[in-house]
């Protein structure tokens, strides 16, 4: 099971003290929150991506570039990429590009967007937002996996003899996370290609999206991937810590109040009871994220959000000090001991997906021929590829 | 395909807010109608009350988080079970009062679709008398419920009018007769495929999932290149 937090990147105003980052702060600060993370022993930090104030994550792969840097064992992801405004052929070659530089320590979570101004910035249409969605990721598949693509669909430009560049690390293409809370086409998809698939797991009653869990796992054995159980599932999850309930909820309030996403509406006792939110001691957070296992199966990844809504970078440091030395811990022994062998303990690793690959074999490395200009007259540009019509007899 | 021994279940949603209600008085008395038509007719009828008023502490967050607490799932539990419903609201500056409108605006988009509704509405002036046929009815038109023809209005002089008597009479015999045609059931039953729906859009009962699909097919590695879509945007 690997423990995690994810951001949002929000820039918010801190309600206590009226002070608001500069955008050079919080990225400053994010960097921060990603090496303290490992440093309390989380597994996973993911980044999200927007393409408007007040959020700096326009460019995720730069970031975790920059983290992947200064870390050792931490996986760095996403939460969400956005499939759908995104050309999938630079996505395949930006996360590809973050794959060799982190060593394979990455994986991503696509999503969709929900913002419709954002999608005609970028050319695009909400009201195809899932249809995008779907046919992109298709793309990104094969890109992936085909040294050569010809495509053609109803969104992109056709693509005739492309090569996506750098091939993945090791040729093994990153895994990659479904993210959703209430389509069932994308959990449908993710079942499909076996890939993961994550919800949320903030603001609905967990009811709509168990259902589609259920759904992907169902599938996922339909589509041969292995029985539904071991399907890879992952959880969102948002937690505020104190020594006791009393203080957690006394210092965590005028977030919660105030929060970009909810504030000024539900109380925030409500907003605990109906959904995944914990506030309070570490036991209370460790009892409630113990209940997500019951509802959903045994699952992989949970990842945490906690720097969001103005809570200033010395508090999400603590907050994590504590997520690591006293609610993760335990949760790691607790649900180990839960778990049904049958199910995986954790998501794929760049590792485990190279195993699989090739057993014992060394990785394919590979080398490029000599340039030619394009791909589109022979077949693979790389040397250990066989050559089909790679040269016609000259004068 | 209607049980006829079957008592009807009649959901009565009200938002006046003082007490006594006006609205609330109003459909009450279409009630008893309802119920006294249902009887004549050889059926029982069992009565669930929804004032709106209790549910206002959950009002903000299921606006602004569509988490519905307690009282708003009893509601819906009601209305998702309901044959027929009587809808009653305050008239408040030319329109319908906000309780009213916010209560419907957070119902799942199909919870009511085919179900029959009468509609009534209070007012402290007879020119609101429009409210109901202008700004109600369309409410129900959009949840594709089955607004009675009758519409029903009380402002202060109809209440020692007798003619308000003659259409709440005539409004529950026409509720009692769309309920005994067991038309919701039968849209339920024989054409509920022909409404667009979307996941969990029926208070989590709509939950069939179609593989059979062109994005169905798009997710499971298809493609859309040859496929009639009203978003193409080679033909749009």
């Given amino acids: 099971m690997q423990f995690g937090i994810m951001s949002v990147s929000d820039i918010t105003r801190d309600p206590v003290s009226g002070y608001t980052p500069s955008e050079a702060e919080r990225i400053d600060a994010i960097v921060k929150i990603a090496k303290h993370a490992e440093e309390v022993g989380l597994d996973v930090f993911a980044i999200g991506e927007h393409h408007n104030p007040p959020f700096f994550s326009s460019s995720p792969t730069t970031l975790l570039a920059h983290i992947a840097a200064i870390t050792e ?44 101004p954002v999608y005609p910035w970028f050319g695009q249409d909400i009201r195809q937002g899932l249809h995008l969605a779907l046919e992109n990721y298709n793309l990104l598949h094969r890109l992936w996996r085909e040294d050569v693509v010809d495509w053609e669909g ?7 003899g492309f090569t996506s560049t750098p091939r993945p690390l090791d040729d093994v293409p990153p895994f990659v996370w479904h993210g959703s809370i209430r389509t069932p086409e994308i959990a449908e998809q993710a079942a499909y290609y076996g890939n993961g698939y994550f919800a949320n797991n903030i603001f609905w009653p967990k009811e709509h999206y168990r259902r589609l869990i259920d759904y992907y796992r169902k599938r996922f054995e339909h589509y041969g991937h292995g029985t539904g159980k071991q399907a890879i599932v992952g959880l969102g999850g948002q937690a505020f810590i104190a020594k006791s309930s009393q203080e957690a909820h006394a210092q965590f309030r005028p977030y919660f109040d105030e929060a970009p996403v909810y504030g000024n509406g539900p109380a925030m006792e409500d907003f605990e009871e109906m959904t995944p939110l914990s506030v309070g001691s570490p036991q209370e957070v460790i009892d409630k994220t113990l209940t997500f296992r019951e509802a959903f199966g045994d699952y992989q990844r949970q990842l945490f959000l906690m720097d969001h809504a103005g809570l200033p970078l010395k508090t999400v440091l603590e907050q994590l000090d504590l997520l690591g030395e006293h609610v993760v811990p335990v949760l790691r022994k607790e649900l180990e001991a839960k778990r049904d062998p049958e199910a995986p303990a954790n998501p794929p690793s760049h590792a485990d997906l190279v195993k699989a690959k090739y057993g014992d074999d060394e990785p394919r490395q590979p ?6 200009g394009d791909n589109v007259t022979g ?5 250990d590829s066989e050559a089909e019509v790679s040269a016609y007899p000259t004068l | 395909m209607t049980d006829t021994t079957e008592a009807f279940r009649l959901v009565v949603v009200s938002a006046g807010v003082s007490d006594p209600s006006s609205t609330r008085m109003l459909a009450d008395r279409l009630t008893s109608r309802v119920v006294a038509a249902a009887k004549e007719r050889g059926r029982e009828t069992t009565v669930t009350v929804v004032d709106l008023r209790e549910l206002l502490p959950e009002l903000p967050t299921a606006l602004s988080s569509q988490l519905l607490g307690p009282r708003f799932q009893r509601a819906v539990d009601a209305l998702s079970e309901a044959d027929g419903v009587i809808a009653a609201a305050p008239v408040y500056k030319a329109g319908a009062s906000g309780l009213f409108t916010s209560f419907f605006q957070v119902l799942d988009n199909d919870l009511l679709i085919g179900r029959p509704v009468a509609l009534a509405a209070t007012a402290g002036t007879a020119r609101h008398a429009l409210v109901v046929d202008e700004e109600m009815r369309s409410l129900f038109a959009y949840l594709r419920a089955l607004p009675v023809p009758t519409s029903l209005f009380a402002s202060t002089e109809d209440w020692a009018d007798d003619a308000l008597n003659g259409r709440l009479d005539r409004a529950a015999h026409e509720l009692v007769l769309l309920m005994e045609s067991g038309f919701a059931r039968a849209v339920r039953n024989e054409s509920w495929k022909r409404y667009q729906h979307t996941f969990g859009s029926d208070a989590g009962r709509e939950l069939g999932i179609d593989t059979d699909t062109d994005l169905m097919r798009l997710a499971a590695g298809g493609s859309l290149v040859d496929s009639e879509d009203p978003f193409d945007p080679r033909t749009a």
């Fill in chain 1, 367 to 372: 080398r490029p021929n000599a340039n030619r």
């Fill in chain 1, 154 to 160: 109803k969104f992109r430009t056709s693509l005739q």
């Fill in chain 1, 73 to 116: 064992r931490l996986i760095l992801t996403t939460s969400t990429t956005l499939i759908t405004t995104n050309d999938p052929v630079r996505l395949a070659e930006e996360y590809a590009m973050l794959q060799h530089l982190s060593k394979g320590r990455m994986d991503l979570m696509l999503g969709r967007g929900n913002t419709a």
């Fill in chain 1, 379 to 383: 077949g693979s540009p790389y040397q």
